[in-house]
């Protein structure tokens, strides 16, 4: 089936009342931050769950989260011990979600809740297959983002496009957005941080990409989990490990096509 039937089947599925989505929210360490991300997260245009993933978090996350639960019959939680980073929490929300779209919200609230019906839109109208947020058109709050984080982020923002063929503006933006089934279809390894294995994964997919521009603003609590030299040094392997795999993939289409 051609991209275009696909997108058309897509955005007729999308029309139904019955279809689901599902927030996923990593979290660690961030009791300061979780109640009013929780009570932020907005309507979005289908029936919506949040799945809180408390990702061996110390400072008591999970029993906030344990008490909004009788108020909230969309709310659910899970939560493990030890800590084994943003990647392996996303994976754990996405393999539990019900929703057949997938989104995930930043624990630090840098991205606002409140821009999450941006991301749902583009699937739902069958532009998109995936939707990667942009925090590069819109000004930043003063202090959003280091100036390291900006270098790093460019840099990265050079390499993803160059491997993947297609411009991205903002590579390392956690807040993301795609279809449960193509979810399943991507082989994400990447426990530390995961941003990569999705993007790289839906251009393994060929899965129509659109960027959503967001307004990012500075953490008003808690720490960043960023690391850049250490968390860079990974992203440079996961970029080296994902192209030998499209360059494999595509002589691998080349070969069927002649």
């Known amino acids: 089936m051609g991209l275009d039937r696909v997108a058309e089947s897509r955005a007729t599925a999308l029309s139904k009342t019955d279809l689901t989505c599902s927030v996923i929210i990593p979290w660690y360490n961030e009791v300061d931050n979780i109640a009013n991300a929780l009570r932020r ?8 769950e949040v799945i809180v993933v408390d990702d061996g978090s110390t400072d008591g996350t999970a029993e906030v989260v344990r008490a909004l639960m009788p108020q909230s019959s969309h709310l659910r939680l899970i939560a493990y011990a030890p800590n084994r980073g943003k990647g392996y929490a996303v994976q754990q929300g996405f393999a539990a979600a019900r929703g057949d779209i997938l989104l995930i919200l930043d624990a630090d609230m840098s991205v606002p809740p409140e821009d999450l019906p941006k991301f749902v839109a583009p699937l739902m109208s069958g532009r998109a297959r995936f939707v990667n947020g942009t925090r590069m058109v819109y000004s930043m709050e003063r202090g959003a983002m280091g100036w390291i984080h900006r270098l790093g982020n460019r840099i990265f923002n050079r390499l993803v496009s160059w491997l993947i063929g297609q411009r ?21 390894q990447d426990t530390s941080w995961g941003d990569f294995d999705l993007l ?59």
């Not at 997260?41 to 919506?48: A, D, G, I, K, Q």
């Not at 991205?168 to 399943?184: M, P």
Request: aromatic fraction near 10%.
């Open 41 to 48: 997260v907005p309507e979005l245009r289908c029936r919506t």
């Open 168 to 188: 991205i503006t903002d590579s390392l933006c956690g807040t993301k957005a795609l279809f449960r089934e193509d979810w399943r279809r991507i082989p994400m």
């Open 200 to 258: 790289f994964g839906a251009a393994l997919l060929n899965l129509p990409l659109v960027e959503v521009p967001i307004h990012y603003r500075r953490r008003v609590a808690g720490k960043s989990k960023m690391q850049p030299f250490r968390h860079g040094l990974i992203l440079l392997q996961v970029c080296a490990a994902w192209f030998l795999r499209l360059v494999f993939n595509r002589a691998a289409r080349d070969r069927i096509d002649d």
